[in-house]
């Protein structure tokens, strides 16, 4: 299927992706031509415009059976209500979308004003959250990951916890401080233990790191004192984005024993705009890495998969170039999301719609795979060299801007090889100054 759109082959926003997105504009208004002020809406991407949702649902164009029943879905600036009604209605959707972006269908096409309206080029718009969040979790679910950690500061022979083989670990972060690509984060101040007095000290992280990951957003979820079985969880995930957990070391090391991270990490988690769904994702589906031993009851999926998604992290100091830091892929995952959220609701525990889960780190098993500085330099023994002689880094400097990411296909090998790009986007952030003490 061809869009009636001019795509670059290159682009993450081909038409067999169209990933869900919110934006807002300036437009011009009353008041003797005063501006307007920016109205967000609900949108998906395809190259280098954005298709707004809402223009083609008061147009009429959303009428199958499922979505004409709830006409003001994507009247809002939030796919919250949109993704609440299930997996009948987000197939529907994505069907209706493709249909009307190909280049053999004219009732968009071929209507100027109302592509005028529904139709905007990326360059003018500002990306928002596309979704409101309930609760975030992050999970442990790289194996590479958390046996590289556990050899650091534990024992090679005694790496993995005894319990990470058997559930995937996880702990609840703050949805209050997520926050959308492109918004700039502070370094954060913590209380950390002073090496040379054996004491506490507060003052500004000197450890800032990054974690690249990958998010799921929940799409249903349970009622309290129920659960998500694995094998039918991917039905409540609507989809998947690029996430940077900001983390800062010196506070974690400190503060972890014996219950986690808690200020090390609840000051920033950074999301890419753009929701990539299961269904867009589904040609990249690979077979998931054999657990072995085998899992309880609940944990186990008859149709066990991740995705063959291409992972990258740069850092782009200010003033110079961009340095390649990490190159990995989220098929090396050892805990899937279906199984984070059996594992999290098997308690009884509800989850809801616009509920993140964060998979951890999602490092490979190559030295270039390490997907922090923390891995990536080997606790600071073995700094990064940065591009343009902009020096080296053992974890991040103020000024300092993290760009992670990932896609799927768009030539080279892997499951997706021939198929057309479908990519997540930029998640980027700058790390500024801590504030004064």
């Not at 501006?35 to 280098?48: E, Y």
């Not at 209500?81 to 209605?89: C, E, I, R």
């Not at 100027?112 to 500002?126: Q, Y």
């Not at 054999?290 to 944990?299: A, D, I, N, R």
């Amino acid at each position: 299927m061809e869009a009636f759109l001019e795509i670059d082959p290159a682009s993450d926003f081909s038409i067999d992706n169209l990933p869900y997105g919110c934006y807002s504009t300036r437009g011009g208004g009353g008041n003797g031509g005063a501006a307007a002020p920016p109205r967000r809406a609900l949108c998906v991407a395809l190259g280098n415009s954005v298709v707004d949702l809402g223009a083609l649902q008061r147009a009429g164009l959303f009428s199958g059976p499922v979505l004409s029943k709830h006409a003001d879905c994507f009247q809002t600036d939030a796919l919250n209500g949109f993704m609440a009604l299930g997996q009948p209605a987000w197939r529907e959707a994505r069907a209706t979308l493709r249909r009307l972006l190909s280049a053999s269908e004219a009732a968009l096409r071929d209507d100027a004003a109302l592509r005028a309206e529904a139709i905007v080029p990326m360059s003018d718009v500002t990306l928002h959250l596309p979704f409101s969040v309930g609760d975030y979790t992050d999970f442990y679910a790289s194996r590479y990951h958390a046996h590289n950690c556990g050899v650091m500061f534990r024992d090679a022979s005694v790496a993995l916890p005894r319990n990470w083989l058997h559930l995937p670990i996880g702990y609840h972060g703050r949805a209050s401080s997520i926050v959308v690509s492109g918004t700039p984060v502070q370094r954060p101040r913590g209380q950390v233990l002073d090496a040379a007095s054996d004491t506490p000290v507060m003052r500004p992280c000197a450890a800032v790191d990054f974690e690249l990951e990958v998010a799921c957003v929940m799409g249903t979820g349970n009622e309290l004192g129920s659960s998500i079985p694995a094998d039918g969880a991917a039905a409540s995930i609507f989809g998947l984005a690029l996430m940077n957990d900001w983390s800062a070391r010196d506070v974690q090391q400190w503060e972890m024993l014996p219950l986690g991270p808690f200020n090390s990490k609840n000051w920033a988690t950074q999301l890419s705009p753009w929701v990539v769904t299961l269904e867009a994702l589904e040609p990249f589906r690979c077979d998931a890495p054999v657990q072995e031993p085998g899992v309880l009851p609940y944990l186990r999926e008859a149709d066990r998969h991740v995705y063959d998604i291409n992972l990258t992290a740069s850092i782009l100091p200010e003033g110079g170039p961009e340095t390649l830091v990490a190159e990995s892929n989220y098929k090396h995952i050892y805990w899937t999301f279906p199984q984070m959220a059996a594992h999290h609701t098997f308690g009884g525990c509800n989850l809801r719609t616009g509920d993140v889960l964060g998979s951890g780190t999602c490092s490979g098993p190559g030295p270039n795979q390490r997907a922090c500085l923390l891995e990536r330099t080997w606790g600071g023994k073995d700094p990064v060299k940065l591009e343009g002689g902009a020096g080296q880094r053992t974890y991040l400097r103020d000024g300092d801007s993290v760009v992670i990411r990932g896609w799927a296909g768009g030539g080279g090998g892997g499951g997706g090889a021939g198929r057309r790009r479908v990519g997540f986007g930029e998640c980027r952030g700058k790390l500024l100054p801590s504030p004064a003490l």
